[in-house]
């Protein structure tokens, strides 16, 4: 079946420092892949998507590369504000299977 | 335009008894999925609704059911609470027609459910 694997946290960072999180898939066929994003106390925001390889989705400053031959698709942001610290999923559907297979999810803080 | 609503927000719970909880979809979303988030763990898929129909189930036991009503919302429905169902249920709506599984979904803010 599919499963997602990112890295452990939690991660902390200093202000404007680059961040990485990694995360690798194991799917059949080719899966859409998204990072989602949970503040506490809420829900799920979708922050980026890739459909297809090579794609690159980017949003807020954010970047994750749909890699088929590393089975990979690491979250990157090159300077995290405090307003970034949040717990980060990676995510993946694809085929006729609809539903979204998780990651555990990283914690990440950003001190200032 | 309205995202994803769930209602209550909180809930209180204790073993035996039964809880409905209840999703609206985001404007033109016809797809709704259910999700249970233990603590500290991502979501973990429950089942999905498209049609008024469940169309894909999770690891779940039948004590999880739900419904979809003609206006696209839902209900997920647990009977036989168990200490272990405490957790945070997240609805997702999306489209099917726009594009099957490729859509992303769209979460709402969940319903916190705890088992005393």
């Known amino acids: 079946g599919n499963s997602v694997t990112q890295m452990e946290g939690p991660v902390t960072l200093s202000e404007e420092a680059f961040l990485t999180i990694n995360c690798t898939y194991t799917a059949t066929g080719y899966p859409s892949l998204f990072w989602y994003v949970q503040y506490p106390g809420e829900g799920l925001q979708l922050l980026l998507k890739?459909?297809?390889?090579?794609d690159k989705g980017s949003n807020k400053g954010f970047e994750a590369t749909y890699r088929k031959e590393t089975t990979s698709f690491h979250l990157e942001k090159g300077s995290v504000q405090v307003s970034d610290s949040a717990v980060y999923f990676c995510a993946l559907s694809g085929g006729s299977n609809y539903k979204l297979t998780f990651g555990k999810g990283t914690l990440l803080t950003v001190n200032p | 335009d309205a995202g994803v609503t769930q209602s209550p927000t909180h809930l209180i719970k204790t073993r035996g008894q039964q809880v409905t909880l209840r999703c609206s979809p985001k404007?033109?979303?016809?797809?709704v999925s259910w999700y249970q988030q233990a603590l500290g763990q991502g979501p973990q898929f429950i089942f999905q609704y498209y049609e008024e129909e469940e169309r894909q189930r999770g690891n779940f036991p039948d004590r999880f059911s739900g419904h979809q009503f003609p206006n696209y919302s839902s209900e997920l429905n647990v009977n036989a609470l168990l200490l272990g169902d405490s957790a945070l249920y997240l609805c997702?709506?999306?489209?099917?027609?726009?594009?099957?599984?490729?859509?992303?979904?769209?979460f709402g803010d969940g319903t916190r459910l705890s088992i005393l």
């Open positions: 890739a459909t297809k390889a090579d």
């Open positions: 404007s033109g979303h016809d797809t």
């Open positions: 997702a709506s999306s489209s099917r027609r726009q594009g099957g599984s490729n859509q992303p979904q769209h």
